[in-house]
């Protein structure tokens, strides 16, 4: 279909001919989007490829707007039901105003702000959405059933596991699909599901956001959803921020519903796993299949969601996880996760020497001063010893400064750690300083470095640089 239809369908509703008809960038869907009018008062028009999920989209559109939700306002449809005009919400997605945090995964006030303001809007379309709502237009299925979970699902092993050429049993796995599919169902409720709720389909408009692109909706749980925003692959939310935004949402929720905490966290996991795959299945079609780069840009962080879900098993679905496990430990995504894995390195040195340069080009990291603590050097049956030797350990820690010193390096230092990883950051040097680099920055350099090993999920690089001595943690 030409953009003839809109034309016409514009010039009636206007009384004029649009001075402008611009193309919109396309999203995944097949549907075109374009802006017409003249600079400062323009509408959208919108072309779809099928009927009935055009039909879909108006129904729910309107009955939205009877509930006083914010969705854009068609004012135009043509006698095919195939093009429309609507409210002109500008440009900006949520996805592009929280474009700094994504990148640096540190979300400043505002974009936190933003994104708190979006999911607690989120039970208002599930609940008070719902009240009326003629679920038998909703378009293509009418509910979240068995059926659609497992078309899902097997759309994630078609299009993306055996396109990955990872080796499995098909019917054990499809016995823990069905598993999967018996769990969700558990959880169903007459609330409105919208299905493809992610910050790309969020409008900033006025300072507010505004929802678009529910079409797929249906009845269906509430988890869902909130796994779909909160876990959207290349959002890339650290998971503080998503404990807060889980917390804005249950607050908001219970304007509608009580739901133990316990059980809240205990149900959403599933929901987050089961949401991963479909969006792999999503992506492995259009960039293996359809060849859209776009896709693909995305599937690393969807796997490395995935990865950190696996953290706890999914005894439901034993030889789901292992082969899930298996998926993610392919080397096509391990190594692109090694690019991005954070490297601690630790060192001890003598400050007469010089403080150690970063060889990673970041210029430093932390620089602990460790001349305060009782020096064992300083005796002289401990000279010939090391930090790593038991008379110098036992002499530091039956002293006691060394251990309280190192609980305040240890709470810096994990700090840093843990939101180095949020933000996707490579590196971080820690150093110990002594008089000489042999007694009291060799024994906390160690304890560092094990103790970094022991807590985080990185991998440690230790050198004693006076003693010449090297020692590589790798990640667990």
């Not at 072309?47 to 009935?52: H, N, P, W, Y």
């Not at 059926?147 to 993306?160: A, G, P, Q, T, V």
């Not at 999967?180 to 919208?194: A, G, N, P, Q």
Request: proline residues 4%.
């Amino acid at each position: 279909m030409d953009t003839s239809s809109l034309k016409d369908l514009y010039t009636h509703y206007a009384g004029t001919e649009p001075a402008e008809i611009t193309e919109l960038p396309s999203s995944g869907s097949n549907r075109r989007y374009f802006r017409l009018g003249k600079p400062g008062d323009t509408l959208i028009g919108v072309l779809g490829t099928c009927k009935e999920e055009n039909e879909a989209f108006l129904y729910l559109d309107n009955h939205f707007r009877e509930q006083g939700l914010p969705v854009p306002e068609v004012v135009a449809v043509s006698p095919d039901r195939m093009a429309y005009l609507q409210q002109d919400l500008d440009d900006t997605l949520l996805f592009n105003a929280i474009e700094k945090g994504r990148k640096t995964r540190s979300f400043s006030v505002e974009e936190r702000d933003l994104l708190a303001r979006t999911i607690s809007l989120l039970p208002d379309f599930q609940f008070a959405g719902a009240r009326g709502l003629d679920f038998c237009k909703c378009y293509p299925a009418v509910e979240f059933d068995s059926r659609s979970i497992l078309w899902d699902l097997n759309y994630f092993k078609y299009c993306f596991l055996k396109a990955t050429g990872l080796e499995f049993d098909e019917s054990r796995l499809e016995d823990d699909f069905q598993a999967m599919c018996e769990v969700l169902l558990k959880s169903c409720s007459d609330t409105f599901m919208y299905r493809d709720f992610q910050s790309r389909n969020v409008m900033i408009y006025d300072g507010h956001p505004w929802m678009i692109d529910f079409q797929g909706g249906r009845k269906g749980p509430f988890y869902y959803d909130v796994a779909a925003f909160l876990w959207q692959a290349k959002a890339n939310l650290p998971n503080s921020l998503r404990r807060d935004l889980i917390e804005v949402y249950r607050r908001s929720l219970a304007k509608y519903i009580d739901v133990d905490e316990e059980q809240f966290y205990g149900t959403l996991r599933h929901f987050v796993l089961f949401r991963t795959m479909q969006v792999l299945g999503a992506y492995g079609f259009r960039g293996y299949f359809e060849k859209k780069p776009h896709f693909m840009q995305s599937v690393p962080f969807a796997i490395a969601n995935l990865r950190s879900l696996l953290d706890r098993p999914y005894n439901e679905y034993p030889y789901l996880s292992e082969v899930l496990m298996r998926l993610v430990n392919m080397k096509q995504f391990t190594d692109e996760l090694q690019k991005r894995a954070l490297t601690v390195k630790v060192m001890s040195f003598a400050y007469k020497k010089g403080i150690p340069n970063d060889a990673s080009g970041n210029g430093g990291g932390y620089v602990f001063d460790c001349r305060a603590v009782n020096n064992p050097g300083k005796y002289e049956r401990y000279k010939p010893f090391t930090g790593l030797d038991r008379p110098v350990i036992e002499f530091l820690e039956d002293d006691g400064e060394v251990l309280t010193f190192l609980d305040h390096c240890y709470a810096l230092v994990d700090a840093s750690v843990t939101r180095y990883k949020e933000r996707g950051f490579t590196n971080l040097m820690v150093s110990f300083g002594c008089t000489g680099g042999q007694h009291r920055s060799v024994y906390c350099a160690q304890k560092m470095a094990e103790h970094i090993n022991r807590l985080h999920n990185v991998k440690v690089e230790l050198v004693h640089r006076e003693q010449d001595i090297e020692q590589n943690f790798s990640a667990r």
